[in-house]
């Protein structure tokens, strides 16, 4: 799932349901630009590597191949 991704590739702060997780983890990246910026940049890796089309192309193929 997505909060795999984020602590895979470094790309946030995945938090549990309490509101007080959520909070701590905005106010961290308020007070960290540089850790934000990072974030920011492994995110956009992330996307393109794990939810690229062609990432998307050969799974959804595989997936096909499988099934017949």
Excluded: F, W
Aim: charged fraction near 30%; charge should be negative.
């Amino acid at each position: 799932g997505l909060a795999s991704i984020v602590s895979e590739y470094d790309c946030g702060i995945v938090v549990d349901e309490d509101l007080r997780s959520l909070v701590a983890a905005v106010e961290r990246l308020i007070e960290n630009p540089s850790e934000r910026s990072r974030m920011g940049s492994n995110g956009l890796a992330a996307v393109r590597k794990e939810l690229g089309i062609r990432t998307v192309v050969d799974t959804l193929e595989k997936h096909y191949r499988e099934s017949m």
